[in-house]
């Protein structure tokens, strides 16, 4: 059995009914190249057999934790886990992904020698054969190209997908600033996290080298949109993410000083949560869109998308404006993008500011 010594990271593990995932999880979690680690697995109310797996692995080794509770969902899970854990620095990992071996060395290293608040890697999607070998890989992280340590910014933060599972954060911002997912929703729980610790963030480093490999279920919550309502309940996760994130903004006296962020942010869930419905301009949903709009004074930036959204332009037309429709070059996270027939193309990438 492993000797227990004093975390440098501590890696929460939400498991709801991952039996067939789980061992190739947890295995390539004890395989990190930093040894020094925390792993607190949360048995969601499982009843495939998780259980037994995770209590398992925990007699093998002493570094991994194991806690049940009856199910209360991923976010509730993470919240226990970031709650207990002890290392200074968190990640996350969901029961049915993995990542390369040396991801967690590369961003302890860069968290401790660079001074900065957040770590990202890559993440990516793999296809797999029926013995689960890799065939195919798609990058989803959105930060190709960018590498090193950046000013945390609005564009920057979007640069990185807002899933908690590919970053390092720090628990001195968790634990100082109250930053948490909201619980209860099946979508926008990541988004909403990601929001809320980028206003505590002042530097980001991006580590090009390493991904975390997303697998993707046929019988996730986050990929059933076989059911109108279930949709529809995607939608509107979206707009009260957005609350939540409004919300700790109130709690921490940063609207006045981030209302074009605030603005921006409620446009890209309007716009995700929108892409979830049954119908693309569904009147109620645009109605109670507007009453938050008109609850929280939206809209002082001029942002224009939101304006013409206050017009009455419907939603599916709201993404290019006149010529942009057809041509544009914009910055975006320190890249020239050429947009052309609704194509992206990166022309070239800014020298990183030196810090």
């Known amino acids: 059995m492993t000797t227990f010594v004093a975390p440098k990271i501590s890696v929460i593990v939400p498991v709801y009914n991952a039996a067939p995932y789980l061992s190739k999880c947890l295995s390539g979690l004890l395989a990190q190249t930093l040894r020094e680690l925390e792993i607190i697995v949360i048995d969601d109310g499982s009843n495939d057999g998780s259980a037994a797996i995770m209590d398992d692995w925990a007699m093998k080794d002493r570094r991994i934790r194991v806690l049940h509770q009856e199910n209360a969902g991923p976010g509730a899970a993470r919240a226990k886990g970031f709650e207990i854990a002890c290392a200074p620095y968190l990640t996350c990992v969901d029961a049915d992904d993995w990542l390369d071996e040396g991801t967690y060395e590369a961003a302890w290293k860069e968290m401790a020698d660079s001074d900065v608040d957040v770590v990202c890697w890559k993440l990516a999607r793999p296809s797999l054969d029926n013995q689960g070998r890799i065939v195919s890989l798609r990058d989803i992280s959105g930060f190709d190209g960018h ?24 628990k001195s911002i968790l634990n100082g600033c109250g930053v948490k997912a909201p619980e209860g929703l099946i979508m926008g729980e990541d988004w909403a996290f990601w929001w809320k610790y980028v206003l505590h963030a002042r530097f980001v480093f ?5 991904s975390y490999y997303y697998r993707k279920r046929a019988d996730s919550i986050t990929h059933d949109r076989v059911a109108a309502e279930i949709g529809n309940r995607y939608a509107y996760d979206f707009l009260a993410a957005f609350e939540d994130v409004y919300s700790h903004y109130v709690s921490n006296g940063a609207v006045d000083r981030h209302l074009a962020n605030l603005d921006f942010l409620f446009y890209a869930v309007l716009r995700r949560g929108a892409g979830y419905l049954a119908c693309q301009d569904d009147a109620v949903f645009n109605g109670y869109a507007l009453k938050l709009i008109s609850k929280y004074e939206l809209g002082r930036s001029g942002h224009e998308g939101l304006r013409d959204f206050m017009a009455g332009k419907p939603l599916h037309r709201l993404k290019y404006k006149g010529i942009e429709r057809f041509f544009s070059i914009k910055n975006v996270g320190g890249m020239k993008v050429l947009h052309i027939l609704g194509h992206n193309f990166k022309l070239w990438k800014r020298k990183p500011r030196k810090i």
């Open 147 to 170: 590498a090193g340590k950046y000013p945390m910014s609005t564009d920057i933060a979007g640069l990185c997908s807002g899933s908690m599972c590919n970053k390092l954060y720090k």
């Open 206 to 210: 991006f580590l090009n080298d390493y």
